[in-house]
C-alpha cells in the first residue's frame, strides 16, 4: 500500500511539474502578426509593466517594429535577415523620404517637425541599407522605426555595427536582429516636448545555426565605446523577453560579434 501511495504521488507531482511547465511556456509565448521576424515565429515579450502602456505592433515587408505611443519611438525593430536580402540590397541606390506613420493615432506618433532643429538624426532602428527592394526601404523611413540619435554615434559608431553586421549575414547566411532603446536613469530629455530621447542604444543578433547570440549596447552619445552583453544580460536592463522560447543557458553564452570598422572616420568632422 505504501509502495502504491508513492508511487501514485510521485506520478501526480510529475503531472503538476508538466502542467506548470506548459503553462509557463504559453504566458511568455508572445502572440504577433509578425511571425516572419522573430526567432521560431515568436515575438518578444514585454515584462516591464511602463513599457507596455500604448505599445502597438507594426508589420512591414521586411521588419517589423513594436512602437510605443508613451515614447514614440520604437520599443524595437525586428528583422530576420538572409543571404539573399543582403545581396539584394547592396543593389538598390538612393534614399527614401521620412514620413510620419499613418498606421498609429496622431497624438501617438512622431512627426516630422519634431525632429526640426532638435540636434538629433532621425537614427533608423531596422537600417534602410538591409531593405531588399524599394518597397521595403520605403516603408522603413517611418518615423515609427526611429529614434532621437547622436549625429556623430549614427553616422560613425552605429552605421559600422549595421555594415558590420551585413558582412556577417553574408558569411552565416541567416541572423534575427532585434534594435531597440533604452532609458536609463529619471531625467529622459524630450523633442519637442513630445519625443523620448533614448539614453543608449541596443542591436541583438540571433545565429540560429549557433544557437546563441549577444547585442551591441552604446551610449546615446558622441562615442566610440560600446559593450558586448549576452542575451540574458540585455533583458535585464530592458525589461523584455527577447526569445521566449529560448533556454536560459543559451541567453547565457555570447555570440562572437565582429567590431565595426566604420566607414567613416572621426577625423572627418
Known amino acids: 500500500m505504501k509502495k502504491y501511495m508513492h508511487t501514485r504521488n510521485s506520478w501526480i507531482v510529475t503531472l503538476l511539474m508538466l502542467l506548470i511547465a ?4 504559453t504566458v511568455s509565448a508572445a502572440t504577433t502578426a509578425c511571425p516572419a521576424q522573430y526567432l521560431n515565429g515568436v515575438a518578444p515579450d514585454i515584462q516591464k509593466a511602463s513599457l507596455k ?3 502597438r505592433e507594426l508589420c512591414y515587408d521586411n521588419f517589423a517594429v513594436m512602437h510605443s505611443g508613451i515614447s514614440r519611438t520604437p520599443i524595437w525593430s525586428a528583422e530576420h535577415l538572409t543571404r539573399e536580402s543582403i545581396e539584394n540590397a547592396r543593389e538598390l541606390k538612393g534614399r527614401e523620404a521620412f514620413h510620419h506613420e499613418d498606421n498609429l493615432p496622431a497624438d501617438e506618433r512622431a512627426e516630422l517637425n519634431d525632429y526640426v532643429r532638435s540636434g538629433f538624426d532621425r537614427g533608423h532602428m531596422a537600417p534602410s541599407a538591409d531593405m531588399p527592394n524599394r518597397s521595403a ?3 522603413c523611413f517611418t518615423l515609427a522605426n526611429m529614434i532621437p540619435q547622436n549625429h556623430k554615434l549614427n553616422t560613425i559608431l552605429w552605421e559600422g555595427i549595421e555594415s558590420s553586421l551585413r558582412t556577417l549575414v553574408l ?3 541567416e541572423l534575427y536582429v532585434i534594435t531597440g532603446p533604452l532609458y536609463q536613469g529619471a531625467n529622459i530629455a524630450r523633442l519637442n ?3 523620448l530621447v533614448p539614453t543608449h542604444v541596443y542591436k541583438l543578433v540571433f ?3 549557433k544557437n546563441r547570440g549577444a547585442a551591441y549596447y552604446v551610449k546615446n552619445e558622441d562615442i566610440d565605446e560600446l559593450q558586448i552583453l549576452s542575451i540574458s544580460e540585455l533583458e535585464k ?4 523577453n527577447f526569445f521566449p522560447k529560448l533556454s536560459a543557458t543559451a541567453k547565457l553564452s555570447k555570440l562572437e560579434l ?3 570598422r566604420p566607414y567613416r572616420s572621426r577625423s572627418n568632422y
Not at 506548459?22 to 511556456?25: D, G, R, V
Open 22 to 25: 506548459s503553462t509557463a511556456q
Open 53 to 55: 502602456a500604448k505599445a
Open 137 to 139: 526601404r520605403q516603408q
Open 171 to 173: 558569411n552565416t547566411g
Open 193 to 195: 516636448g513630445r519625443v
Open 207 to 209: 545565429d540560429p545555426k
Open 237 to 240: 536592463l530592458a525589461g523584455i
Open 258 to 260: 565582429p567590431m565595426p
